[in-house]
């Protein structure tokens, strides 16, 4: 039986409480039967894959490939995935560099197929790579199971760390969250913003973000979030919203946000 993250609660009294004992759940969550099986059998097959058309093929392989990069749900999509793959990301042409999800352009570079003559997959270092973003990855999908949003948080967690302190511009840095669905989605509700933003111009969208960013932090930069506080309050913010909204959605009642918000205050400060 698969491992099941302990969530008792959810918004962000059960954020802090997932934090708390996140060392322990990942620890539990990798030593799964199944996450076990699939992290030994890429560690001992994935260095016989020398093409993008190998890899696709054996699906145990891709089940392990696009789970790293969050992008399970294409494992019956095997032309689209070796075309990604094939193409690879150095050409302006390339099929990753056109698609508006980044994970993709991510996913290619990372095996590199079409980008060298010698694969990434020969490296000794490549599978642990692989699989440490994999375990990452498979645990955020298991919370998702019981909690969407602590899902979302988690990878905005994750993602933020990353993009944060890259080198690039601040634009750069914007449109990489703006391609990322399920980051553009926390720093949308947590700034407040209507899902229907994704609806007009992608620069006017930039603008909006920078500003409304702005206006919450004090900064409209991408890098002010090497910031673990900051973090920190984007996800608060965001997840107090989803809250406040799905509980407006299940009864429309008044009296039960404004419950809801006074216990999450009140563990905030019992914290």
Do not use: C, H
């Amino acid at each position: 039986m698969s491992y099941s993250p302990v969530l008792p609660v959810g918004g962000y009294a059960g954020w802090t409480l997932l934090n708390r004992t996140m060392a322990k759940q990942t620890a539990a969550f990798v030593k799964s039967p199944e996450i076990k099986r699939d992290e030994d059998y890429f560690k001992a097959n994935i260095g016989k894959i020398s093409t993008a058309e190998q890899l696709v093929k054996d699906r145990r392989l891709l089940k392990v490939a696009l789970g790293a990069f969050g992008l399970d749900a294409d494992i019956n999509n095997k032309a689209f995935i070796e075309k990604v793959l094939k193409d690879g990301t150095l050409n302006t042409a390339a099929l990753s560099n056109k698609l508006a999800d980044k994970q993709y352009q991510k996913f290619s570079a990372a095996f590199g197929f079409g980008d060298f003559a010698t694969p990434r997959t020969k490296l000794s270092t490549f599978p642990e790579q692989i699989i440490s973003a994999y375990r990452a990855r498979q645990f955020e999908a298991a919370v998702g199971n019981q909690d969407g949003d602590l899902r979302l948080a988690l990878n905005a967690q994750r993602e933020l760390g990353t993009l944060a302190t890259k080198s690039g511009s601040e634009q750069t840095k914007w449109l990489g969250i703006l391609g990322n669905t399920a980051l553009k989605q926390v720093f949308t509700k947590a700034l407040g913003l209507p899902a229907s933003v994704g609806a007009i111009d992608l620069d006017q969208q930039l603008q909006l973000f920078k500003t409304k960013a702005d206006a919450v932090f004090g900064e409209n930069t991408v890098s002010q979030f090497t910031d673990p506080a900051k973090v920190d309050t984007l996800i608060r913010r965001f997840l107090v919203r989803a809250q406040v909204d799905a509980n407006l959605g299940q009864n429309g009642s008044g009296a039960a946000v404004l419950s809801m918000l006074q216990q999450t205050n009140a563990f905030i400060r019992a914290r």
